[in-house]
């Protein structure tokens, strides 16, 4: 089964741009691994962020962009705001199977 | 606006079936466009896909969890289910049922496995 890695955890200043990334094991991340973003909050339910690599949710602010990066996927914040301090996951489908990554905790200080 | 409620028993004895059921308002569950999920997390833990269904009937498992999942819908109640067997320990998470590509998920159950 693949493995996809995320940073465990990274630190941005408010203002501050900073790029997660979502590697998969089994070799470049492209479109057809459909990445998807989740964002979560303490005690709260995940919500989609991006979406198929780069489609943003509605609720979600324009200052978070999908893409893919390197070989990866990537999420990037510009101009972090206290309020994205949470647990960034990915996703990525290997033909209909799903694998999360372990999680990326941001912290914005 | 499409709403998911997950509902089922929060406590299951060790060994037997844990059995959840996403109800969906708000839309139908018959869209060929979408698949539907099963997510977990063990508290203090990541994410964890559980599988997904299309419409179609088509459906995927996590490989590590396939000889214990089953994921079915009714149409006619418009919801989908999830069962997992021989539970254990380790399977004592929160579990959210899901439409990802529309942000759409269930505030989550948990589902304590006792001895």
């Known amino acids: 089964q693949a493995v996809v890695t995320q940073e465990p955890s990274l630190t941005v200043s408010p203002g501050g741009t900073v790029t997660l990334t979502c590697d998969s094991s089994?070799?470049?991340?492209?479109?057809?691994?459909?990445p998807y973003w989740f964002q979560q909050k303490p005690g709260q339910a995940p919500r989609t962020l991006i979406y198929e690599t780069s489609n943003r949710r509605s609720w979600a602010p324009g200052r978070f962009a999908g893409s893919l990066l390197g070989g990866k996927a990537a999420l990037t914040l510009s101009g972090a705001q206290p309020e994205d301090e949470a647990e960034y996951y990915c996703l990525l489908s290997y033909s209909g199977i799903r694998v999360f990554g372990g999680g990326t905790k941001l912290t914005v200080l | 606006q499409l709403q998911l409620q997950e509902s089922g028993p929060g406590l299951v004895k060790s060994s037997e079936t844990l059995s959840l059921t996403c109800g969906v308002s708000g839309g139908s569950i018959r869209s060929s466009s979408y698949f539907w999920s099963w997510v977990r997390q063990p508290p203090g833990k990541g994410l964890e896909w559980i599988g997904s269904?299309?419409?179609?009937?088509?459906?995927y498992y996590n490989p590590s969890l396939k000889s214990r999942v089953t994921i079915s819908v009714d149409t006619s109640k418009n919801q989908f289910s999830l069962k997992l067997s021989s539970v254990t320990a380790a399977d004592t998470a929160v579990y959210y049922c899901?439409?990802?590509?529309?942000?759409?998920w269930g505030q989550g159950t948990l589902v304590t496995v006792s001895s």
């Open positions: 269904m299309f419409y179609s009937g088509t459906t």
């Open positions: 089994t070799g470049p991340v492209t479109t057809g691994h459909y």
């Open positions: 899901t439409r990802p590509s529309s942000d759409s």
